[in-house]
């Protein structure tokens, strides 16, 4: 049997935490296994944007009411973000690579500048050092100079950066936020190579009616 080779996603603590419940939602579905790490900041965002706490002690339970659905007790893994003693924060750990969705602009400066300042950032750091697929979703706005130098290097580093930035093309004015959150997840797994459908792929500019 091979060994177990999970994505791990981190989630900061930006404003989106929709997106990453869109993302571990698409996972889960497509039968990926999973590691989470939420940093202390991102349970006041969750708490902020859902109305729901997420707590070490009944991760599963508060997962599993944050996205809408039942977590796996095969596959997924959840490491607490002071723990930086957990599997994902040794290159030896066989994960296939992480996703830091949203990835707030302390977040992207900590794994740039290797701080390792909690799990998040140490496996971000660790799966770039292993040259592992790494994706930054950003969602702060505006940015200063030191925000993009930080991204540049973590481009230059390996990574790919991915704003949270979704195309309405596929869903026209329309769009309800939930179409939007999709389309970055989906984004996002396009870049990690999972299959899904989420978005409305784009096929070409239709020919005006006559």
Do not use: N
Request: glycine share 10%; charged share 20%.
């Amino acid at each position: 049997m091979s060994a177990r080779k999970p994505w791990i996603v981190g989630v900061s603590g930006a404003s989106g935490t929709p997106y990453a419940a869109s993302v571990l939602r698409a996972l889960l579905a497509a039968g990926e296994p999973v590691d989470l790490v939420v940093s202390r900041a991102a349970r006041l965002t969750i708490l902020d944007e859902t109305g729901r706490p997420f707590r070490d002690a009944h991760w599963r339970d508060d997962l599993a009411a944050w996205l809408g659905a039942p977590v796996p007790v095969e596959g997924f893994r959840y490491w607490p973000a002071g723990d930086l003693g957990a599997g994902p924060s040794s290159g030896s750990y066989p994960a296939r690579g992480m996703i830091v969705v949203p990835a707030s602009t302390a977040a992207c400066a900590g794994i740039a500048l290797g701080l390792s300042k909690d799990l998040l950032q140490r496996a971000a750091e660790v799966c770039l050092k292993e040259r592992r697929p790494v994706v930054v979703v950003p969602r702060e706005t505006p940015v200063t100079r030191s925000h993009l130098l930080h991204l540049v290097e973590l481009i230059d580093a390996g990574a790919t950066v991915l704003p949270a930035s979704p195309g309405f093309y596929g869903v026209g004015a329309s769009a309800s936020a939930a179409q939007l959150v999709d389309f970055v997840a989906g984004k996002v797994l396009d870049a990690i190579g999972v299959k899904h459908d989420l978005l409305v792929r784009w096929s070409g500019m239709r020919p005006p009616a006559e």
